[in-house]
């Protein structure tokens, strides 16, 4: 197995839950910073923007540069302006100022996030219409679903497939488990995928998703982690521990 050189941590599930810190992350991070291993933090979370979500990790107690967030929305961003796409916007109200400041028009594209209770029967019908003219669809992952502080809770993933079944037609992801997401924080750390290690609590997104991409993973016990999800992997293919304090152990730094 090829030496790691680098770490990729999910957020959400692995550094905390909810508005929580999981124990034994903080020190964690700071012990993986410390080593000199370079260290990218990626997500699909979709509720805020980046700026919010490094303003929260400052708050729970991490010190990690913004630079170093890689989000799913930051991503679709890219494809929009990259494309000159304007978007149908599923999206949370938290997430808005994100793609604020693109050009404004009517829609031929629609853009899928964590809409949470904006998930409402006129904006997915809304968006049917625009996907059955053949306006693209654009996901910020396939999540079935995540936890929360009071349990788990639907992800884009349901309505991603809702979707792509009425319109009889294929979505594109952007976030995890995306290849090309994972490559571009990868690349950020000047290494090759194999030499990089993806530490998630979702197994496919996270484990799955990092592995096809030609990365090593490690499926850790927390966030949205069920004890079934270790029968799901196929044997050998990633490490599976307690919690994100255990695989800085295993790292031996």
Do not use: W
């Not at 979370?45 to 990690?64: C, D, N």
């Not at 540069?65 to 000159?84: C, D, H, S, W």
């Not at 990089?196 to 949205?224: I, N, S």
Request: net charge negative; with cysteine.
């Amino acid at each position: 197995m090829t030496t790691i050189r680098g770490v990729l941590l999910d957020l959400s599930g692995v550094l905390y839950v909810g508005d929580q810190a999981l124990p034994g992350a903080l020190d964690a991070v700071v012990r993986l910073q410390g080593s000199g291993m370079p260290v990218r933090y990626i997500t699909n979370t979709t509720r805020s923007p980046r700026r919010a979500i490094h303003e929260k990790l400052v708050r729970m107690g991490f010190s990690i540069p913004e630079a170093e967030i890689f989000t799913a929305p930051g991503a679709v961003r890219a494809v929009l302006e990259r494309e000159k796409l304007t978007p149908l916007l599923i999206i949370h109200p938290g997430l808005e100022p994100e793609f604020a400041d693109l050009p404004a028009g009517e829609p031929d594209a629609v853009v899928l996030g964590d809409a949470g209770d904006s998930f409402t029967y006129e904006r997915l019908n809304r968006a049917f219409r625009l996907l059955m003219e053949g306006a693209p669809l654009l996901a910020m992952g396939n999540n079935r679903y995540f936890r929360e502080a009071d349990g788990l809770s639907l992800d884009i993933g349901p309505f991603l497939r809702a979707l792509e079944y009425a319109a009889g037609m294929q979505g594109t992801v952007l976030g995890k488990p995306s290849a090309d997401f994972f490559q571009a924080a990868v690349s950020d750390m000047g290494l090759e995928p194999a030499e990089v290690l993806m530490v998630g609590d979702d197994v496919e997104a996270d484990v799955e998703g990092a592995l096809d991409a030609g990365l090593q993973a490690c499926l850790v016990r927390t966030g949205k982690y069920r004890p079934s999800d270790e029968g799901r992997i196929e044997a050998g293919r990633s490490r599976v521990v307690d919690d994100l304090s255990a695989v800085v152990d295993g790292l031996a730094i």
